[in-house]
């Protein structure tokens, strides 16, 4: 019996300097799971990714491996191109975003374009999140708050909060919770 494929995916978090010169290191983990996503990577060639920047409503950067990148190329590709939403799309994903190679040495030259939009300078640490489908870029501070605000909203709303019952409800093991997902 053969095994079931596992896709991998971006876990955890790393808080990482740049560089004088604009170099981050990609946390390895995360070079390992974009390694696996990327057709054209073999031992000893530069892997891919893609960072979106382009939502003005995020203080972070979205980082996708190159399968990742081309299933949201093809669903933006069925879309009706004359509409809207469809040029939001392109704009946010495609016009707004950019395609790296990590070098030998597990960086990417972050743009001042990029640091801008984090708020952040040479020498200053960003904070990488994992996400499952895509890991993201913050300036450490934003994503301190963000985690804070989030956390304070969760204790308000739901202060019984448990994980375990979400997954367990998520598996079919129990009735849904009082307040649905």
């Known amino acids: 019996m ?29 070079r390992r799971v974009l390694e696996s996503q990327d057709p054209d990577w073999t031992e000893g060639k530069s892997v891919g990714m893609t960072i979106v920047y382009g939502s003005h ?24 191109s004359a509409g809207v ?8 994903f495609l016009t707004e975003s950019l395609d790296f190679s990590i070098d030998d ?7 001042a374009k990029l640091r801008t939009k984090l708020g952040v300078a040479l020498g200053d640490a960003v904070m990488f999140a994992g996400c499952g489908k895509t890991f993201r870029i913050w300036n450490p501070t934003a994503y301190a708050d963000v ?13 019984a909060f448990d994980p375990d019952a979400i997954l367990d409800e998520l598996r079919g093991l129990t009735a849904p919770l009082a307040g649905g997902l």
């Open 85 to 92: 939403r469809a040029k939001t799309m392109v704009r946010n």
């Open 2 to 30: 053969g095994r079931t494929l596992r896709i991998k995916r971006f876990k955890g978090e790393e808080e990482l300097k740049i560089d004088s010169k604009g170099r981050v290191s990609i946390p390895a983990n995360f």
């Open 57 to 80: 409503l995020t203080n972070h950067i979205e980082c996708y491996s190159v399968d990742t990148m081309s299933e949201v190329e093809e669903l933006i590709d069925r879309m009706p």
């Open 105 to 111: 040495t597990g960086r990417i030259v972050l743009p």
């Open 147 to 159: 985690v804070a605000a989030e956390t304070a909203a969760l204790e308000e709303d739901e202060p």
